[in-house]
T-cell receptor, first 112, second 115 residues
Framework: KAGVTQTPRYLIKTRGQQVTLSCSPI?????VSWYQQTPGQGLQFLFE???????NKGNFPGRFSGRQFSNSRSEMNVSTLELGDSALYLC???????????FGPGTRLTVT | AQKVTQAQTEISVVEKEDVTLDCVYE???????LFWYKQPPSGELVFLIR??????QNEISGRYSWNFQKSTSSFNFTITASQVVDSAVYFC????????????FGAGTILRVKS
């Protein structure tokens, strides 16, 4: 079975721009979660989607948004990028709660 | 509030030594799940184990073993006869049922195994 895939793997953007990251879950998985990893804050939960509905949301500003499509693929969008948004963005998929989540390789976003 | 503490920031051992990574969690909920993940330099988090709050039985998988003690809110991870390939960052995480799939991670422990 193919694992979780994320595109692009690396991205460089300038302040004020917006960015869209993509995640394809493991086949059959309906839950997709997004996490931000930074050296200072560690791994932080952004949001979770299940069956095209946002089920949980972390403590991030409204500039961070996401969506899930009928095939369970998910995208997250960050608008008006700030330098502090530079991070590794990880996507994870699972069958549902409480099953374990499997993570993708991440998208490394650098904001200059 | 839910919290996970991994007090050991970095551990260095020599190959073949045993090493234990500590994890202490906080939650008021009675139903929860604990996880360990490994993050090698490539960046992808690799799932190692899941344990629910009603199952305190310790688990062994090859050179890996986990000790879950509700009385001390700890879920420690031991690697026996460590190998260079075990070098990575290890994360302990907590999931509380009412928050669906949200994982609360500890800060991680960097493990360096020297040959």
């Amino acid at each position: 079975k193919a694992g979780v895939t994320q595109t692009p793997r690396y991205l460089i953007k300038t302040r004020g721009q917006q960015v869209t990251l993509s995640c394809s879950p493991i086949s059959g998985h309906r839950s997709v979660s997004w996490y931000q990893q930074t050296p200072g804050q560690g791994l932080q939960f952004l949001f979770e989607y299940f069956s095209e509905t946002q089920r949980n949301k972390g403590n991030f500003p409204g500039r961070f948004s996401g969506r899930q499509f009928s095939n369970s693929r998910s995208e997250m969008n960050v608008s008006t990028l700030e330098l502090g948004d530079s991070a590794l963005y990880l996507c994870a998929s699972s069958l549902d709660s409480p099953y374990e989540q499997y993570f993708g390789p991440g998208t490394r976003l650098t904001v200059t | 509030a839910q919290k996970v503490t991994q007090a050991q920031t970095e551990i260095s051992v020599v190959e073949k030594e045993d090493v234990t990574l500590d994890c202490v969690y906080e939650t008021r909920d009675t139903t929860y799940y604990l996880f360990w993940y490994k993050q090698p330099p490539s960046g992808e988090l690799v799932f190692l184990i899941r344990r629910n709050s009603f199952d305190e039985q310790n688990e062994i998988s090859g050179r890996y073993s986990w000790n879950f003690q509700k009385s001390t809110s700890s879920f420690n991870f031991t690697i026996t006869a460590s190998q260079v390939v075990d070098s990575a960052v290890y994360f302990c995480a907590l999931r509380v049922m009412e928050y669906g799939n949200k994982l609360v991670f500890g800060a991680g422990t960097i493990l360096r195994v020297k040959s």
